[in-house]
C-alpha cells in the first residue's frame, strides 16, 4: 500500500488544477441584498416590511399551512417548550434542536452561507457574534411581537430581541460550605484553590470568552479587588495591559480545570458527600438542579468586584426561513406573558431574569433582580466584539498545556 | 472489446476514431470516470483548503480589521506560526501529538507483535478462538478504552466522586495516571495492537518453514534463528504496521479530547476542533494542513527506508509450510498470560460501561444503586440526566442508531462497489499510466487523518460547487466523506480479489457476446463477491464507530450514535454515554455477523 505515494503528487495535479480553480472563489456572505432575500422579506412581513401591529390570526393561518417550525436552540430546555407549543397550536409540527451556542451559530452561519434553507428560529447567546457579525451580514432578522414592544425596554429588543439575561456566577458545594468560602475572584488565584476551579475553556465558550471581556472592560474594579484580596497595590506585569489581564494570567496559572460543559463543572461542585470540592464558574440557572435535589450549591454573589455577569440570550428570524410565520409565533411563544406562559415556563427558572417589565411573579429561588442588579455587571457586545480576539490570544498565550 | 462506433465516425480523422474506440473502451471508460470522482472527493477538497488558509473569511472580523473577503493574505498562516498563540496553537499540540502517537504506536507494536507470533507460529491452545477475541478492539470505538479509563481512574479534579479506583481503595488517582499523555498513550495503544497483529500475523503467516529449519539444519538455537530469518522476513511488514498506525493514530479525536482536556493537553486533532468550533475556520484549516503533512512524510519516510525491501519472495510454489514452534512447558502458562490481557483489555471495559450504566447515582458502586433506570425509564425525574428518558425510549437514541446502521450500510455498500470496480480497472489495466495513476491516487485518502478529512469536507461543501448544491448539513455528506475515507483499503481489497479472476473466464464471456455489464454482472461479481463481502465488512466496522472523521459534520439531524456519545459525555450524562457505546458495540458485532450470513449463503448459492 505504501509504495504508491511517489509519484502521487503527479498523478494529483493531472486533473485537479483545472477542477480546483473553477470552483475555488469562496462565496462569502454578501452585504448587498439578494433579490429573494427582498422577496422573502415581502412576503414574510419582516425587516423594512415589518407592520406596526401584528394580525395575529392572519400570521396564524399562515402559519398552520407552513405547517412546521425548525427551532435551533442553545438550551437543553426546549423540548419542553416544543411540546407545549405543538398542544397549543395542533397541526404546526416543531423540529427543536438543542446544541450549545456554538453549535448553533455556526450552523446558522453556514447554512445561510451555502443557501441551506432549513432553520426558522435562532434562540441562542453569544451576543458579540450575534450582534456584529450575523445580524449585519443580514443573517438574522429582528422580530418583536408588536404587543410587547412598549414592555420591554429598547437597548433588548434593538437590534435583535433578547428572550431573557442568562447569569454567570461562581458557584460552591453548599454541603462543605456553610458560606460561601471565597469573597472575591482573586481567591481563585489562590494556592488553596489551585486546581480546584472548574471552567469551560473559553476557546470552547462564548458566554465565558465574552465574560472576560466585561472583566477587562471594568480592568480597574479588578485593580482595587486586588488590594481588598491581597492587602497591597497590584504590580502589574510588563505585558498585562491592565488588571483584569493579570487576573487572567494569574487564574490560568493556578491550573483551572477545563469542564467539557457547565453541567460537567455543576456536577463536579454539587455532588453530594464530597470532601474537598471544587468551584466553577457556571450559568446560575443550573440552580435548579438543587432545587430538584439533584445537586447542592450555591452562587457566591457578595464576592468582589463582581458577583454575576448578565449575558443576552436572543430570539431571531434566520434568513430567508421556510416557515417564517410559524417562526414569529413561536418566537411569541417562548416569550411568554406577564405570568410566565406556557412558553416560557421552561426558562421561568432561577437564576435566568425574563426581558419584559410587568411580569407579576418571579421564579422562587435565585436572588430578585432588583437584588442582583447591583452586584452584576452586563456583557457589552460592542466591547466584547471588539477585545475578544485579543483576550482570546492572551488567554491561549498563558495557558499553561501540557 | 465492444466499442461503439458513433454513427458519423466515417467522417471522422482515423487517429479520431482510435482515441473515441479508446475511451469508449469500458475498461478505459471506467478508468476516466473512476479518476475524475476521485479527483473531485480528495483532490479538490485538500486544495480547497489550502486555498482557505490563504485569503480572508468573514470570521476573521475579530482578529484583523481593513480587508475584503476573499483576498490573498498570508496572514493566517504568519499568525499560527509565528504569533504569541503559536505555541499553545500549534507547536505544542504537534509535539504531544507526536508523543502520543508515537507512543501508542509502539505500544501497539509491543503488544500486537509477540502476540502475532504466538498466535500463527506456536502451538498454543485454542488459538483459532483466541486470534478472534484478540481482534475485539479493533471492531470497537478507539475511545471505549478511554471511556472505561475515566470509569475507574476519574478522580476529584473532574469533580464529584472518583472512580472505581479511588473508591476501592480510598486512594485519590495522581492526576498523571487519570488524564493525559499516559492514559491516552495506553488506551490507543490498547486499541490499535489489534491493528498491529492482524498485519504482522499476515505477515507472519507466509513465512515459509522451510527458511527455519535450514537454519536449525545449520545448528542455529531458536533464538537466533527468530533474530536472524524470521524477524528480518518479518521486518517490512512490522515498519509498515509502525508508520499505518502512526498514521491512523495522528487524526485520533475521541480519546485524547477525553482524557486529555481535563488537564488542558491538547493534540492537533482537538486543537483544530477548538478551532474550527470558535469560528476560527483558518487556524483550523492550517491545523489540518499540517496533519496531511505530517502523515505524508511518515509515510513517505517509511518508504524511504524500506523501500525496496517492501517484501521477499518466501512463498514458492505449493511448498508453503507453516511449522508450528513448539512452547513446551510454556504452553499453558502463556496460554493463561493470553487470556488474562484479553479479560483485562476488552471484557473488562465493556462490563465497566455496562456496570456504569446500570449504576443510578454516579460512582456509588454498592448493589443497592444498581438500576435500570438509564435504560428504560420513561424519564421527567429531573434528579437523574435533567429528566432525560431512558435509551431504550429515548427518539434521540433511535433516531442516532438508525442513522449509524443508514450510514454504515449505505457507505459499506458504496465503498464495496466502489472497490470492486477499482479492482477491475486497475487489475485490467495492470501496467498502463492510467491504472497506476488510479491505484495511486485512491490511496490518498490515506494520507489525510480523519479530523483534517472532516475539516476539508466542510471547506469544500459548505457552498454551492458549480451543478452540486451546499451540502452542509445534510446526511449525503456524511456518506460522501466515510466512502471517501475508506476507498484505500476496500480498493485493496478489490485488486486482490479481481487478481483471482482469470482473464480466460471473461474473454470467453466476450467471445460469446455478451456485453460489458452482462459480464460484469454475470462473471466478475459472483466471483468476487467474497472480496466485496470482506470490503464491505471493514467499511461496515470503521464506519459505525467512527468519531473523528464525522465530528465536525454531523448536526442534530445527522446525529449518530459515537456523536451522540460525545455529546453526553459533554453534558456529563455518562451513564447514557456509556450505554450508547454497548449499544454501538452490539449493533456492530450483530451487524458483522448479519453480513458474514449473508455473504456465506450467497457464496455457496
Avoid at chain 1, 57 to 82: C, L, Q, T
Avoid at chain 2, 314 to 342: D, E, K, M, N, Q
Avoid at chain 2, 501 to 515: D, I, T
Wanted: with cysteine; glycine share 8%.
Amino acid at each position: 500500500m505504501i509504495r504508491q505515494v511517489s509519484s502521487l503528487t503527479c498523478a494529483l495535479t493531472i486533473g485537479v488544477l483545472a477542477v480546483a480553480l473553477a470552483g475555488t472563489t469562496p462565496s462569502l456572505g454578501a452585504p448587498a441584498m439578494s433579490e429573494a432575500q427582498q422577496k422573502w422579506l415581502l412576503e414574510a412581513k419582516l425587516g423594512p416590511h415589518s407592520p406596526a401591529t401584528h394580525d395575529w390570526a392572519a400570521i396564524e393561518a399562515a402559519a398552520r399551512k407552513e405547517g412546521k417550525v425548525v427551532v435551533y436552540s442553545s438550551s437543553s430546555r426546549i423540548p419542553a417548550a416544543a411540546k407545549s407549543f405543538e398542544a397549543a397550536y395542533p397541526g404546526i409540527k416543531v423540529e427543536a434542536f438543542d446544541m450549545g451556542t456554538v453549535e448553533v451559530i455556526s450552523k446558522v452561519k453556514e447554512e445561510v452561507r451555502a443557501r441551506v434553507r432549513t432553520g426558522d428560529v435562532f434562540f441562542a447567546g453569544d451576543p458579540p457574534t450575534v450582534i456584529f457579525e450575523m445580524v449585519p451580514r443580514r443573517m438574522l432578522w429582528n422580530f418583536v411581537p408588536s404587543e410587547l414592544v412598549g414592555l420591554i425596554p429598547k437597548e433588548l429588543r434593538e437590534p435583535l430581541l433578547v428572550q431573557r439575561l442568562g447569569t454567570r456566577v461562581v458557584i460552591y458545594n453548599s454541603e462543605v460550605y456553610k458560606t460561601p468560602p471565597i469573597t472575591s475572584w482573586w481567591d481563585l488565584t489562590k494556592p488553596q484553590w489551585k486546581g480546584k476551579v472548574q471552567i469551560k475553556d473559553i476557546f470552547e465558550s462564548g458566554e465565558n470568552l465574552s465574560m472576560m471581556a466585561t472583566f477587562v472592560k471594568h480592568a480597574d474594579h479588578f485593580a482595587s479587588s486586588y488590594k481588598d484580596a491581597f492587602g497591597k497595590e497590584i504590580v502589574l506585569d510588563k505585558d498585562c495591559p491592565n488588571a483584569a489581564f493579570q487576573w487572567i494570567r494569574n487564574f490560568l496559572k493556578n491550573d483551572p480545570v477545563f469542564a467539557g460543559s457547565d453541567g460537567d463543572a455543576t456536577r463536579a461542585v454539587g455532588t453530594r458527600g464530597q470532601k474537598d470540592p471544587p468551584l466553577a464558574t457556571v450559568d446560575y440557572a443550573k440552580y435548579r438542579d438543587v432545587m430538584a435535589g439533584r445537586f447542592v450549591f450555591e452562587p457566591a454573589l457578595d464576592i468582589k468586584p463582581v458577583g454575576a455577569v448578565f449575558y443576552q440570550t436572543y430570539l431571531g428570524i434566520i434568513d430567508q426561513a421556510p416557515h417564517p410565520n410559524a417562526a414569529k409565533l413561536m418566537i411569541r411563544w417562548l416569550m411568554g406573558d406577564s405570568r410566565g406562559g406556557k412558553g416560557y415556563e421552561p426558562f421561568f427558572v432561577p437564576g435566568d431574569y425574563p426581558v419584559r417589565t410587568g411580569m407579576l411573579e418571579f421564579p422562587r429561588g435565585a436572588v430578585p433582580m432588583a437584588v442582583l442588579k447591583n452586584k452584576a455587571w452586563t456583557i457589552d457586545p460592542m466591547y466584547a466584539y471588539e477585545h475578544g480576539a485579543k483576550i482570546l490570544d492572551f488567554w491561549v498565550a498563558n495557558q499553561r498545556r501540557r | 472489446m465492444a466499442a461503439l462506433n458513433p454513427p458519423w465516425s466515417s467522417a471522422l480523422h482515423p487517429h479520431m476514431r482510435r482515441l473515441w474506440r479508446a475511451i469508449t473502451t469500458p475498461r478505459i471508460l471506467l478508468s476516466l470516470v473512476l479518476c475524475a470522482l476521485l479527483i473531485y472527493l480528495v483532490g479538490v477538497p485538500l486544495l480547497r483548503i489550502a486555498w482557505a488558509t490563504i485569503t480572508w473569511h468573514p470570521e476573521d472580523a475579530r482578529v484583523a480589521r481593513g480587508f475584503e473577503e476573499g483576498a490573498f493574505t498570508l496572514f493566517h498562516w504568519k499568525r499560527t506560526f509565528l504569533g504569541t498563540v503559536s505555541n499553545e496553537l500549534v507547536y505544542r499540540p504537534f509535539l504531544n501529538t507526536v508523543v502520543t502517537s508515537a507512543g501508542a504506536t509502539l505500544m501497539a507494536l509491543l503488544i500486537g507483535c509477540p502476540l502475532a507470533w504466538l498466535l500463527t507460529r506456536t502451538d498454543l491452545p485454542g488459538r483459532r478462538l483466541l486470534g478472534g477475541l484478540i481482534t475485539i478492539p479493533f471492531i470497537l470505538p478507539s475511545w471505549t478504552i478511554a471511556l472505561a479509563w475515566l470509569v475507574v481512574f476519574r478522580n476529584s479534579r473532574l469533580g464529584g466522586a472518583g472512580g472505581l479506583f479511588e473508591y476501592m481503595t480510598g486512594v485519590a488517582t495522581p492526576n498523571w495516571l487519570a488524564y493525559g499523555p499516559v492514559p491516552i498513550i495506553i488506551a490507543m495503544g490498547l486499541h490499535y495492537y489489534a491493528f498491529t497483529f492482524i498485519l504482522v500475523s499476515g505477515a507472519l503467516a507466509s513465512v515459509d518453514s522451510h527458511l527455519e529449519e535450514s537454519g536449525e539444519i545449520l545448528g542455529a538455537n531458536r533464538w537466533k534463528i527468530l533474530k536472524k530469518i524470521t524477524l528480518p522476513l518479518v521486518l517490512p511488514a512490522i515498519l509498515s504496521a509502525f508508520i499505518l498506525t502512526f498514521s491512523r493514530s495522528l487524526g485520533t479525536f475521541g480519546t485524547p479530547i477525553f482524557l486529555g482536556r481535563p488537564v488542558g493537553y491538547y493534540t492537533l486533532a482537538t486543537t483544530l476542533y477548538n478551532n474550527l468550533r470558535m469560528g476560527f475556520k483558518a487556524s483550523a484549516y492550517i491545523l489540518a494542513v499540517v496533519l496531511v503533512v505530517l502523515s505524508a512524510l511518515t509515510i513517505y519516510g517509511n518508504q524511504r527506508l524500506i523501500g525496496t525491501r517492501k517484501s521477499f519472495v518466501t512463498i514458492s510454489g505449493r511448498g508453503l509450510r507453516v511449522r508450528l514452534t513448539p512452547l513446551r512447558g510454556w504452553r499453558y502458562p502463556l496460554l493463561i498470560l493470553v487470556l488474562a490481557f484479553v479479560l483485562v483489555c476488552v471484557l473488562v471495559p465493556l462490563l465497566l460501561l455496562v456496570w456504569q450504566s446500570l449504576m443510578l447515582e454516579e460512582n456509588n458502586y454498592s448493589l443497592g444503586n444498581l438500576s435500570l433506570h438509564y435504560w428504560i425509564s420513561e424519564g421527567g425525574n429531573r434528579r437523574y440526566a435533567e429528566g432525560e428518558a431512558g435509551l431504550l425510549r429515548s427518539w434521540l437514541v433511535l433516531g442516532a442508531a438508525k442513522n449509524s446502521i443508514a450510514l454504515s450500510v449505505i457507505t459499506a455498500g458504496l465503498v464495496g462497489l466502489l472497490g470492486l470496480l477499482l479492482g477491475y480497472a486497475i487489475v485490467k489495466g495492470r501496467g498502463t499510466r492510467l491504472s497506476r495513476a488510479l491505484e495511486q491516487i485512491s490511496f490518498l485518502p490515506y494520507l489525510v487523518p480523519s479530523i483534517a478529512f472532516g475539516a476539508v469536507y466542510i471547506a469544500m461543501f459548505a457552498s454551492p460547487l458549480g451543478p452540486i448544491p451546499a451540502l452542509y448539513g445534510t446526511f449525503a455528506l456524511l456518506v460522501l466523506v466515510c466512502v471517501a475515507k475508506n476507498l484505500p483499503f476496500s480498493s485493496r481489497t478489490g485488486v486482490s480479489s479481481m487478481l483471482q479472476v482469470g482473464q480466460e473466464l471473461e474473454e470467453a464471456a466476450v467471445m460469446s457476446g455478451a456485453s460489458w455489464t452482462a459480464r460484469f454482472r454475470r462473471i466478475i461479481v459472483p466471483l468476487t463477491l467474497s472480496g466485496f463481502v470482506a470490503g464491505f465488512l471493514l467499511t461496515f466496522i470503521s464506519t459505525i464507530r467512527d468519531l473523528s472523521l464525522i465530528i465536525l459534520l454531523v448536526t442534530p439531524s445527522t446525529r449518530v450514535l459515537p456523536s451522540l456519545i460525545f455529546r453526553y459525555n459533554e453534558q456529563g450524562f455518562t451513564q447514557f454515554a456509556n450505554g450508547i457505546v454497548i449499544i454501538l458495540v452490539a449493533l456492530s458485532l450483530a451487524g458483522q455477523w448479519l453480513i458474514r450470513r449473508i455473504g456465506k449463503k450467497e457464496a455457496t448459492q
